[in-house]
Structure formats: C-alpha cells, structure tokens
DNA sequence: ATAATAATTCTATATTCGTTGAAATATGGA
DNA sequence: TCCATATTTCAACGAATATAGAATTATTAT
C-alpha cells in the first residue's frame, strides 16, 4: 500500500458515522449489507450514507454491487489488512507490541506483529 | 481504546504532512526530535509544524518536553499499538490476515494478529 | 539589558467536510 | 403505464482544516 492510499483509508475511517458504517459491514460479512438496511441501523438520512459511503469507497474500503433496487455495499477486508501493514511497517518499526525500547505498555502477549525479511 | 480516540488517532494520521511528522518521529525514536529538526527535515514553516504538532498531541500520538529553547517531540508508541489493537479487534473482527472468509490475498505468513479470551 | 534563537500564538483565508432538503434516477410490481 | 421503493445527485450552508504572515513568548548568550 502507498502512503497516498493510506492517508485516505485513515481518512475515510476518521470520522465517527464512517467508522460505525465500516464496522457494521464488516461484522455483517462479505455479503454486504443494502444501503437502507445499514441507513436503518445507524439512523442516517440515505443521502448522508450516499456521501459516506462514496468516501469508503474511494478509498477502497467497501464495494458496491446492485441487487434489485438495493445497493449492496461491503466491506474490502483487503483494504483494511493492507492499512494494517502499512501501519506497522511505517508508523512501529516493523513490529508492533514493543515498537521500539520506549514502548512499555498494559500489552496483551498475543498481539505481536512482525514483516518477514526481504526477500 | 476508546471509539473516540480511535477517531482521534485516525484523523491525526489522516494528513500527508503529519503523516510525515509522525513517521519521521517514529524513525528518530524514543528520545525524539526538536521541533526545528522535523519542520528543516521535512521543509515545514514552524507555525505550520506547531499546528500539526498540537493535533498529534491531541490525539495522544506524541509526547513534548522541553529542552532549553527547543521544544523536544517525541512518538508514543503505546497509543499507536492502542490504535492498531483497536483497529484489528474492531474492524477486522479480531484477526487480520484473514478477517473473514472474503480476503483472499497477497498476505505475508507472519502477520498474523489476535487477542486473548475475555477474562 | 540587549540581542539572537526556537517555538508558539494570533489573525486571516482558501479549501474541504458533514449534513440537510429537494429533485432526480433506477428498479420492480400492480 | 402508473406507482411505490431504494438510492443517488444537486445546491446550499455552517463547521472544521491546512497554511501563511506578523507578532509574541521563552530561553540562552553577550
């Protein structure tokens, strides 16, 4: 993932009703969810969601497909892993945990996160 | 982590210059960098830098202490790894990799990532 | 005290953002 | 065809964002 690509998943996760419409596709799985359902289930005006859901898609967080007169958007878990690399890669040293000497943090054991060497 | 400071955390990112700051502060590690030495490196007018400055700091992504007249800015690796922990558990239903069945990707064997049972 | 250095604060401005209300488009059913 | 449903498009508006210039504060040295 390239850093332009990051800035706007971040950006497209960086706002509350966004983030809580990211969330409810991705618990509602790779089938996605209709437009109005979600609309219902976060009381959003559906122009509203029409804007947000524009934003996650630029950035390529969710997909859209069409299913009668519904529009069925879901999540791109791809995206969010990608972001999740990128994050470690370039913002904790390659490893996430104990990023570097300093971080001396309540962590969980289980969480470590590392990049295989280059190839 | 909270929702809210997720957000926070989010939005700070979310920006090409602070993304630069950051990363930039990452890199020079736990003992950081005066303010001069980050807006020289990445050609930012101070006033500017202040501004990004503050929004890293409101969002918890850095730390400041003074020393004599440079103003010391540091990265705090804990709320990054807050950040990612939060990510991965919220919006990737607590594993990255392969958040659901869907992502079906170019994904590295290591990057594994999970958390622990509830207590 | 004066001057020089380092960074912040203040003011202004152009841009982008999030939301709303009204109108338009697309699909499916009677 | 006419109508209802589902969603998008458009125009408008206040709020927040990113940047720049000028002035200010804090620290150190002379």
Redesign the pocket.
Known sequence: MEKSNAVAAL?AL?????LDVYRLLVQAGPDGL????V?AALK????????????LRGAGLVS?R????????AARYDTMNALLDYLTENCCQGRAGQCLPAARTKRTPATARRKEPAT
């Open positions: 950006a960086a706002q509350d009703n966004r209709p437009a109005g359902q609309a959003l005006a559906p122009n509203t969601l029409t804007f947000h859901f524009d934003r859209v069409r299913d009668g007169r519904s529009m069925i958007y």
